[in-house]
């Protein structure tokens, strides 16, 4: 398939354009500085763009058949109100019903929307002082996607770690599983990737943890 990650110059959505070229698809890997990444593959399009320009996002999904969005934000930046995530996906999501590209994997993180409720009263207060701006607004990034008419899905990794993919991931689709704890970049990656073709958790907010 032909695969847009937006986000994808770092973090998760560096490991998700590594992982959609080794599954086989095409990628359009799209940031703000796409021309600095360090990969080379016949299948890479290196697309320079911000997603919160409606005429780059919208210029990026031609001819795309799915779009996985990896958003991140520094951690510099996390005190500060956040915007980001809802931001591009007011953009994001009017442009893929535009132009007919219905599937979209989309990364939150445990604690956003209604997994916030699952967060234990021991983590409660460092979440909501460290993370709580950024995943205010992945709360409402996640509505925004849920009110869409797209095939989505939301994935919320837990506390996200370097190295590579164990293998050992689990997605806990059930609110009563949900819980905190630790996962690769790379793992997540996997996972996403495996979602582009996948109904397994579609129109679904799983919690990715290791297991």
Known sequence: MHVLVIGASKGVGLETVKAALAAGHRVRAFARSAERIDLSDPNLEKRRGDALNSEDVDRALDGVDAVIQALGVPGKDLMAPVTLFSKAT??????????????????????????????????????????????????????????????????????????????????????????????SRADVADFLVKQIASTEYLRRAPVLVRF
């Open 90 to 183: 007011r953009v994001l999501v009017p442009a893929m019903e535009r132009r007919g590209v219905k599937r979209l994997v989309a990364v939150t993180g445990f604690g956003a929307g209604d997994s916030r409720d699952a967060v234990s009263l021991l983590q409660r207060i460092p979440f909501r002082l460290f993370l709580g701006r950024a995943y205010d607004d992945k709360g409402v990034q996640e509505r925004l996607i849920k009110e869409s008419g797209l095939d989505w899905t939301i994935v919320r990794p837990g506390i996200l770690l370097p190295g590579p993919a164990s293998g050992r991931a689990k997605a806990l689709a059930e609110p009563s599983q949900w819980r905190n704890g630790v996962v």
